[in-house]
């Protein structure tokens, strides 16, 4: 042994490499990821000139509860006849799949020609559950302020909704939403709706201790509008007792109407499309208990409700849902119903000082990153390189950080005490490379940036080089050892607070230190660093003999955009990358150098990555490529392994003039879903291009919902 080896036997193997290359003759990129905010495939064009005779989308899902396609938006096209098409914003809009048993749709898409783009759409690498927003930003009377609400079940997406904006629909059996905020015990306020539905069951709001629907094993449960078996509409609140008031006349009768349903000083009245339609001389709900909204369903059926439908469920549509903190006048009342367009129905409501206001317009494709209640926060980071380098947090690690604002998208932020991330796979002396990455930090103590050591974990290790780390006066150090310590530094210090973009090379053209896209230092002559077997680690390293060494080897401050590549990049790329404009930008750009690990780092918080299960098989005439998992002939089945985990590129190579090109995607709910995402509506977008940036066809597998067994 010598150096830094301590008692450390060593072994070789192959390292994987990247699969395929982004030269300038690949004309499709796939993309799983997030594409407008949802996660999944997208193919576009990335550059060069190819001309197809034809493509064909073929989709095949094991998910959801909705057996319907659609033709999407793409010319041509066919649908399977054991399922049927799906109407306009069902189960979401235009270009949609689900199913509850194996099953497929395919569209054919006749090529424009020849093409010749000059950029490709790509992803973000967020996965996760769809949500529906709250567009109020200011504090409750509670100060809980915005409240995400979570979809569930049979929900569906931009229906035709009044006021001339969209709403969800719920199927009367499965579908919902829930609050992930709790409140403490709402008392005078008004909660208004617009809802249709011609079914005489279901509750359109309700409120409970408890986060689960319908909500019958909570200890509380009031504060719930729904309709009942003879189509009146109930408002109920309990104060010791059933508090309930109904409307003369029934409203299932598939129009659209307004409610407002208030409580207060002034009594517990119920409006209907302005008009008061029932009252009481109560003034107050139940008190002492913290609950959550739910939108869709409640716990009517718990013992003492009078007329409680038949389901808890409701069947039809729902939107311009508001709770304001306050109760609100008749007048008020009516001057809403009375507002014809949606700019002035939204002042209306804004000018009330809504706790909660929630439009229900949503599209399904913006991810929650909160906590998911029942299930634990995320600790795995997606190597987007192909060789499945998963890392993982550990410690004082947030996933959804803001990233840098020169390419956007999101980070993770370190704590500097605890905070770092390691490799699941080990690396036999890499050698000849480049280390990429994007860090912000204020601190005068230092920290790690990257680095390599023979053990996971943050204990001494035996073997340690190839270290990235910011020193105490806020330089960055380069460091390795091949035979003795070769340190090179900055002379300019870098913990001012802003993103940098930081290149460390080694190999036959020495070891040299770029910074935001200028060569910083240079030492020719050290060309390789210590030959063993380690793991890549981000956030903390050993420095510890090291001169130069920072006070703390973990780093408070943020990182982005992490990848090696295992090649030495010349000015010109090195300024490529750090020109990138978007993280789309410097995903191409990082693929196109195959990478041997690539983190991103814009995995979602939300501890729900890695809930569907994907193939993806590419056929060119007889040819068969199995794009994900990486193979040469077909795929295999969909099983856990090949779980959708954030943003990884698949690239196919142009096929020749009149050839015809097949993508058949799989997808299917992985049984390893956690129990507390069970139901969740999970973001899966997958879409086909022959040209970009002409119009790219999109055809999506429908938020399917996460179960725990299939």
Known sequence: MEGRTIGVSRFRRDVPKGFGSLGAFLATVLVLGTVAGASGFTAALNSGTATFSSATLQLEGESGSNNCFSTGT????????????????????????????????????????????????????????????????????????????????????????????????????????????????????????????????????GFAANQTAPSTTSSSNDRILWIDPTGHLVWGVYNGADKEVTSSSTYANGSWHFVAATI?????????????????????????????????????????????PASPYFEGSIAQVAVIPSQISS????????????????????????ANDWPLNDSGATPYEGSIPGATSSTTLNDASG?????????????????????????????????????????????????????????????????????????APGDSDRLLWIDNSGKVVWAVYPHTDQVLTSSSSYNDGLWHMVVAEIGPSGQQLWIDGVQVAINASVTSAQVYTGYWH?????????????????MAGSLAEVAVIPSQLNSSQIAVLFNASSTAAIAVEIGDLSPTSYWPLQDSASGICGTSEITVQQSVGATNTCLYPA????????????????????????????????????????????????????????????????????????????????
């Open 74 to 205: 793409g010319s041509g096209g066919s649908i399977d006849t054991n399922v049927t098409a799906c109407t306009v914003g069902s189960p979401v809009p235009s270009g949609s799949l689900s199913s509850s048993a194996a099953s497929s749709a395919t569209t054919t898409l006749q090529s424009p020609g020849s093409t010749n783009a000059t950029s490709a759409t790509m992803a973000t690498g967020s996965c996760g559950v769809a949500e529906l927003s709250d567009s109020d930003a200011t504090t409750d009377w509670s100060g809980t302020g915005p409240d995400t609400a979570l979809t569930f079940g049979g929900l569906a997406y931009l229906a035709s909704g009044p006021l001339g904006t969209q709403a969800i629909t719920t199927d009367g059996s499965t579908g919902w939403a829930e609050t992930t905020v709790p409140y403490s015990n709402p008392e005078s306020f008004t909660i208004l709706a617009w809802f249709k539905t011609s079914t005489d069951q279901g509750s359109i709001v």
């Open 264 to 308: 207060g000083s002034g009594g517990q009245k119920l409006y209907v499309d302005g008009g008061l339609v029932a009252s009481s001389s109560n003034t107050s709900a139940q008190t002492g208990y913290s609950g959550y909204w739910d939108i869709g369903t409640s716990g009517v059926w718990i013992s003492g409700w009078n007329d409680y």
């Open 331 to 354: 007048t008020q009342v009516s001057n809403l119903y009375a507002d014809s367009t949606l700019s002035t129905y939204e002042a209306g409501v804004n000018a009330l000082g809504p």
């Open 387 to 459: 060789d499945a380098n998963t890392a993982v947090a550990e410690g004082g690690v947030t996933l959804g950080a803001s990233g840098p604002p020169a390419i956007g998208g999101s980070g993770i932020a370190l704590d500097g005490s605890s905070g770092f991330v390691e490799s699941s796979t080990s690396y036999d002396d890499p050698e000849d490379l480049s280390l990429v990455a994007w860090f912000k930090t204020t601190t005068t103590s230092g920290g790690n940036i990257v680095g390599f050591t023979n053990l996971q974990g943050d204990s």
């Open 538 to 554: 981000l956030g903390w390293g050993s420095e510890t003999y090291w001169s130069d060494q920072p006070s703390d080897y973990f």
């Open 631 to 710: 193979a040469t002939g077909s795929c295999p089945a969909t099983t856990s392994t090949y779980l959708v985990t954030g943003l990884g590129i698949r690239s196919m190579v142009a096929p020749t003039s009149s050839t015809a090109v097949v993508i058949t995607i799989k997808m299917k709910l992985s049984s390893a879903s956690p129990t507390g995402v069970a139901g969740l509506h999970e973001l899966a977008d997958i879409g086909f291009g022959t040209a970009k940036p002409a119009t790219l066809w999109t055809a999506q597998i429908a938020y399917p919902t996460a179960s725990v067994l299939l």
